[in-house]
Every structure is written in structure tokens, then in C-alpha cells.
């Protein structure tokens, strides 16, 4: 799909408080990959991210796949690890596969829409996530005005705030 961002785009969403989480650097497969495997990749993508001034203490398992030789690599690594089955976070969650709604494809906005207003019902958190934000979105990102009407509806009943923030509030509750 070619290049997302610019190092300089890196940096503005750092400045703005905006949390990038790690990958694997060749969208290696979590849930098939050996242990050494999944630390090599994890490493040169730390070390990508490191040289457009990221770092980095969230991951994002490609395509959603873990496995228990991903979790124990990984876990040590980083504050938490998202997999991609839809849920909402309290207090008590598995920090090593939490859950996320995507905001991809043409079902996208309205998913993400009914998951926030579940989160807001319910006084829980939500991680939402997207690959691209553009006028001519791929499969798995959505439109700018898609992302707004998101962003709004969550604003309106809710706090948002970056992964980060959210774990070491609900880690200081317990």
C-alpha cells in the first residue's frame, strides 16, 4: 500500500499527544511466528520507529493473531498489546491482548459508532484504530470526514485520551 506518513507527520502526532504503538516491521504474523522470530521483527521496527524520534511503548499484533510465544516475548516489552477482537476495557483486562474496534471498510464508521456509544453507556474505554485517514481511504482505513464524525460523537460523552493514559489511570485504581 506504499508509505503512511513522513518522519515530520511522526513528529506532529507525538507533539499533539498521540501514542504510535509498535508492530512487527514486516507485518510478520504473531500468532505463527516463533518467539526469536517475533523479537527480531519487533527490534527493527523499534529501531525504524527510534530514527523518526518515536518511541514507542504500546504494540499492535499484526492482523490481530497472538499466540503464547508472542505474549511471553512481548509482554516484558511493552506496557500493552493490542489484538483486534472488538470489546471494551475496565479495570481487570488482559493488558496482553486487549481489545479494539477497527474503523476500516465500509462498515466501518457505523461499527466504530455502536461501540462507542456502548463504551459510553457502560463508563468503560475503548480502543479505536484505523491504518489511514484519507480522502481516498484504503480497505482498512477510513475518510476524514468519517474519522471527525467519530471523533465528535466520542467527545460528546466521553473522554479520549491516548492508551498510555487510560492503562496508568486504571492501574492506579487498583
Same mark, same amino acid.
Given at each position: 500500500?506504499?508509505?503512511?506518513?513522513?518522519?515530520?507527520?511522526?513528529?506532529?502526532?507525538?507533539?499533539? %499527544?498521540?501514542?504510535?504503538?509498535?508492530?512487527?516491521?514486516?507485518?510478520? =504474523?504473531? %500468532?505463527?511466528?516463533?518467539?526469536?522470530?517475533?523479537?527480531?521483527?519487533?527490534?527493527?521496527?523499534?529501531?525504524?520507529? $527510534?530514527?523518526? %524520534?518515536?518511541?514507542?511503548?504500546?504494540?499492535? $499484533?499484526?492482523?490481530?493473531?497472538?499466540?503464547?510465544?508472542?505474549?511471553?516475548?512481548?509482554?516484558?516489552?511493552?506496557?500493552?498489546?493490542?489484538?483486534?477482537?472488538?470489546?471494551?476495557?475496565?479495570?481487570?483486562? =488482559?493488558?496482553?491482548?486487549?481489545?479494539?474496534?477497527?474503523?476500516?471498510?465500509?462498515?466501518?464508521?457505523?461499527?466504530?459508532?455502536?461501540?462507542? /456509544?456502548?463504551?459510553?453507556?457502560?463508563?468503560?474505554?475503548?480502543?479505536? $484504530?484505523?491504518?489511514?485517514?484519507?480522502? /481516498?481511504?484504503?480497505?482498512?482505513?477510513?475518510?476524514?470526514?468519517?474519522?471527525?464524525?467519530?471523533?465528535?460523537?466520542?467527545?460528546? %460523552?466521553?473522554?479520549?485520551?491516548?492508551?498510555?493514559?487510560?492503562?496508568?489511570?486504571?492501574?492506579?485504581?487498583?
Amino acid at each position: 500500500m506504499g508509505d503512511y506518513a513522513e518522519a515530520r507527520d511522526y513528529a506532529d502526532l507525538s507533539a499533539r %499527544g498521540h501514542e504510535v504503538a509498535c508492530h512487527t516491521f514486516s507485518h510478520l =504474523d504473531c %500468532g505463527k511466528a516463533s518467539g526469536p522470530q517475533i523479537s527480531a521483527d519487533v527490534d527493527r521496527n523499534i529501531r525504524a520507529l $527510534y530514527e523518526v %524520534g518515536l518511541e514507542t511503548q504500546h504494540f499492535a $499484533y499484526p492482523y490481530g493473531d497472538v499466540s503464547p510465544d508472542a505474549k511471553q516475548v512481548l509482554q516484558a516489552r511493552f506496557g500493552s498489546l493490542r489484538a483486534l477482537h472488538p470489546g471494551l476495557i475496565r479495570q481487570g483486562v =488482559d493488558l496482553n491482548q486487549l481489545p479494539a474496534v477497527g474503523i476500516e471498510g465500509a462498515s466501518g464508521e457505523a461499527r466504530a459508532a455502536a461501540w462507542i /456509544d456502548r463504551a459510553i453507556a457502560r463508563k468503560a474505554w475503548l480502543i479505536l $484504530y484505523t491504518h489511514d485517514v484519507r480522502s /481516498d481511504a484504503s480497505d482498512w482505513g477510513c475518510t476524514p470526514e468519517a474519522f471527525d464524525r467519530l471523533v465528535s460523537r466520542a467527545t460528546a %460523552g466521553a473522554e479520549v485520551a491516548p492508551v498510555g493514559a487510560v492503562l496508568d489511570r486504571l492501574q492506579a485504581r487498583s
